[in-house]
């Protein structure tokens, strides 16, 4: 069965640092790997990465694709406490129609 | 505002009653997908609809739970005979054909009695 993981589940940083999210997917047939960032309401997008665009970046925020190791990570790189959501990934099964989502990692930036 | 519309954003209701969901996707959009998300998970996929045809459904959707698309735009979500395990934020989505990203609403969420 197709699944999605995220790790960590949640983490909690000072603003400036740099944290590294996770996500490990099984897909029959895979075709995109979207994150989205999700405060209290609905999720927004981040990035995008297919077979013919392994590497986004924008602004403090980098997301790079291993398709053989079948695995995805976001960086953020110098935190705000505007930072502060939950994370998540979906992958994309041309095989179905349906965007498969992780759990997500919920991160907290203090102060 | 050009974005996914839901309604009602929130919906409290007792048990063994009827519920209906509305979502307007943006307008060129032929995708749409309805999304079941609680407490601390991912967003579960609960159905995703062509245009007016309906393609797929997940296992998670009962014989309580009946989406439409009829002319191909907006679309409803109705739950019969709700339980107290239905309370969730129900989102809706759409995209454009052949693109990847999905856009979602602000979610309507449900709480049964």
């Known amino acids: 069965e197709d699944k999605v993981v995220q790790s960590p589940l949640s983490l909690v940083v000072h603003e400036g640092d740099t944290v590294t999210l996770n996500c490990s997917y099984e897909?029959?047939?895979?075709?995109?790997l979207l994150w989205y960032k999700q405060e209290k309401k609905a999720p927004t997008f981040l990035f995008m990465l297919?077979?013919?665009?392994i590497e986004k970046k924008s602004g403090r925020l980098s997301s790079i694709l291993d398709k053989k190791e079948l695995f995805s990570i976001l960086n953020i790189t110098a935190t705000q406490t505007g930072d502060s959501a939950v994370y998540l990934c979906?992958?994309?099964?041309?095989?179905?129609?349906?965007?498969?989502f992780g759990t997500g990692t919920r991160l907290k930036v203090l102060a | 505002d050009t974005g996914v519309s839901q309604d009602p954003r929130h919906k409290i209701t007792k048990r063994g009653q009827n519920v209906t969901f509305r979502c307007d996707p943006i307008?060129?959009?032929?995708?749409l997908y309805w999304y079941r998300q609680t407490l601390g998970q991912g967003p579960e996929f609960l159905t995703y609809?062509?245009?007016?045809?309906?393609?797929?459904k997940s296992r998670l959707l009962s014989d309580r739970f009946s989406a439409e698309r009829p002319k191909g735009s907006f679309s409803t979500l109705e739950i019969q005979r709700t339980e107290q395990g239905d309370s969730a934020m129900y989102l809706c989505?759409?995209?454009?054909?052949?693109?990847?990203?999905?856009?979602f609403g602000e979610g309507s969420r449900l709480t049964v009695l």
């Open positions: 609809f062509q245009n007016e045809a309906q393609l797929e």
């Open positions: 307008s060129e959009h032929n995708r």
């Open positions: 297919t077979s013919s665009g």
């Open positions: 979906a992958v994309d099964d041309s095989g179905t129609y349906k965007y498969i």
């Open positions: 897909v029959t047939n895979f075709r995109s």
């Open positions: 989505a759409s995209s454009a054909q052949g693109a990847g990203e999905l856009f």
